[in-house]
């Protein structure tokens, strides 16, 4: 089984834009975090996180697909390729998130792109003093953050089971646990 290391290098391989692998991490953060809370493998949820996006820079219009094929060329086992081709339900793939790790995947992708672009607007831009209150004002505003699909988000928190309010603040305790790294500090 890749490392964590392994999977980092394999992400910058086919990603050179910074922001693409800052988002992974951030991602991996969210999943880190919340393997943690339900006792699960928190190395296995991490690298889910991490290559969620592996093939957008170089496929994107064959996203999901094109980094299953490199995924199990590295070695990746099948929970995790099929994870990480859950977070594409209804967009680019069919394959909609099952368990628990799948289901985190597709709620928190695309809310931590949210809670990133709601850091870099913060005076102090940093997510520290980040609060649920405006994430959710910024969510409601469709102009910012833009290309953050509202639906999925919603959809998300709704396939775990989870109030809005407890995701958010969820996703925003899981990015500071890691806030130097992943450029929220």
Not at 43 to 62: A, N, R, S
Not at 92 to 114: I, R
Request: glycine share 8%; net charge negative; aromatic share 6%.
């Amino acid at each position: 089984m890749p490392t964590r290391t392994d999977a980092l290098n394999l992400l910058k391989e086919y990603n050179q834009n910074p922001a693409l692998v800052q988002h992974g991490m951030q991602v991996e953060a969210c999943m880190r975090h919340f393997a943690l809370k339900a006792g699960e493998d928190v190395e296995q949820w991490g690298i889910v996180g991490l290559l969620h996006d592996l093939d957008y820079e170089k496929f994107p219009d064959e996203h999901c697909t094109k980094a299953a094929q490199i995924m199990s060329e590295a070695g990746y086992d099948e929970a995790i390729i099929r994870a990480m081709m859950s977070h594409g339900w209804g967009i680019c793939t069919d394959v909609e998130p099952l368990n628990t790790m799948e289901k985190t995947l597709y709620a928190v992708d695309e809310l931590s792109g949210l809670v990133n672009a709601c850091v870099l607007v913060r005076p102090s831009k940093s997510i520290m003093d980040l609060g649920v209150k405006s994430v959710k004002k910024k969510f409601k505003t469709k102009s910012f953050a833009a290309g953050v699909d509202r639906t999925i988000v919603t959809k998300g928190a709704e396939i775990l089971g989870m109030e809005m309010d407890e995701l958010i603040a969820e996703v925003i305790e899981g990015m500071k646990a890691d806030a130097e790294a992943i450029g929220v500090a």
